[in-house]
């Protein structure tokens, strides 16, 4: 999954379900440091659309949570929050 939707990026550098995927993909994987990478740019091109950006704001709290650091875990609870 991980080469294709490398592939989907090199065609739509704007493809926020990509880089998305490419987050859950590497999460999956156990990298939340590459995951961090691919949610960060998903959230920035998710700007416009909430649930999609709620998902990533959830994403990334679950990866803070799985590197010990509350402090950010719950930045992200709280901001995904905000779409309820």
């Known amino acids: 999954a ?5 592939q989907a990026i090199q065609v739509d550098v704007y493809n926020g379900d990509a880089f998305f995927g490419l987050a859950r993909a590497w999460k999956m994987k156990g990298s939340q440091v590459k995951a961090l990478e691919f949610a ?12 999609k950006l709620k998902q ?9 949570k ?11 609870l709280q901001k995904a929050a905000r779409f309820n």
């Open 40 to 51: 960060n740019k998903a959230e920035i091109l998710y700007q416009d659309v909430p649930a």
């Open 2 to 6: 991980i080469a294709l939707l490398e």
């Open 56 to 64: 990533v704001y959830l994403l990334k709290a679950e990866l803070f």
């Open 66 to 76: 799985q590197l010990n650091d509350p402090v950010k875990t719950d930045y992200y």
